[in-house]
């Protein structure tokens, strides 16, 4: 794709100086503090009153969830803002708080990521397979997610349209509960220790030097002299060319085709390690995401919806999320002594998901190249 420049007959590419990525930083640190308030009232922080605690739950209440998201995304965007513009500000400053607003965000995500993950899995094992996968529904054979009743019983009549198909389906449906009984078992543990990890983290005296830094950052930004007069936008523009090239990089071809086969063979395989096709499309998801915080505080509250970029980003979380629960149902086949059942349904759910990378990167591929649109 060619490289996009600024217009400069476009209204939106008007000069933007330091005043423009101070007041985005304060606003940012701003939500973070008002976030944090809300989490802690809803009971999210372990220091919470225990009678806040008992109100939201063991798993925090609604708000607390809204709260550590909310969190995350103030996090996010101060972090990635400091690392485009980071000549225009304290280099000390920025270069110290920048991991630790990464350890936070990271460490925040973690719970509902494998709380997404385990639905994700267990979806797909019921679509797959056409029966209840978890574990308390395992006596209700056959019944689908729209009420209809997939896998026929004894007192159907006619024979089945397909054979060959509800073979392979009933020889999967034998081994998707109790795959899905492992899948809720690992992921739910992992999620408790997150749970858990994230808890010890909002109560830990690293969080509250980030906490404290946050907001002297909501009054005072450590800009440069030099940030005063500076145009922003060549810094905005370096972080999308960075974006432009990292996309040309990309085996876009392959993308394009429907069934990508060296995509499976390294996912099953024994070795553990992350598939090396998906790195430089998580590093991309990187970038897009730059750039589109770069264009938050370039244009503010008047940036119009970029829908090419919107469309893009939703594919690449596709792929992220299709990406680790194919990994995740690679991990739980190598669990020891399970029965060949199961990890045959593990091995079908992993080929699912790893075909769902390759349709978002089908997806990513057809709105990359589609002209930028823009609405109000």
Known sequence: MAQQHLDPTDPMAESACGDALAGYLRAQATEFLRALRLHRETGGDGGAPARTKARAGDNGSQESVDAARALRRSARRISASLHTFRPLLDTDWSEAIRPELAWLSGTLAMEHSYAARLERLLLALHRLSGAAVLPAQTGVPGDSADG??????????????????????????VGAAKAGALLERQLTLARTRAHSSALQALGSSRFHAVADNIAVL?????LTPAAA?????PLAGAAEERLTDAVAALPLVTAG????????????SPDPAPHPQDAPWHQVRLLLRLHRYAREVLHGDSAPVDVRLLAAGQALNRHRDASEAAAAAAQAARTPRIAP???????VLHADQRHEVEAARFAFQQSWQMQTVGTP
């Open 257 to 268: 085709n429907p069934y990508n086969a060296e995509a499976l063979i390294h996912g099953l």
């Open 229 to 233: 007069t500076a145009d922003l936008r």
């Open 148 to 173: 209809s009743a997939d896998s026929r019983t004894a007192g159907d009549t006619g024979p089945p349209a397909h054979p060959a198909a509800t073979v392979e389906r009933g020889n999967l449906t």
């Open 341 to 347: 059942a199961t990890a045959y349904a593990l091995g």
């Open 218 to 222: 909501a009054s005072e930004v450590p």
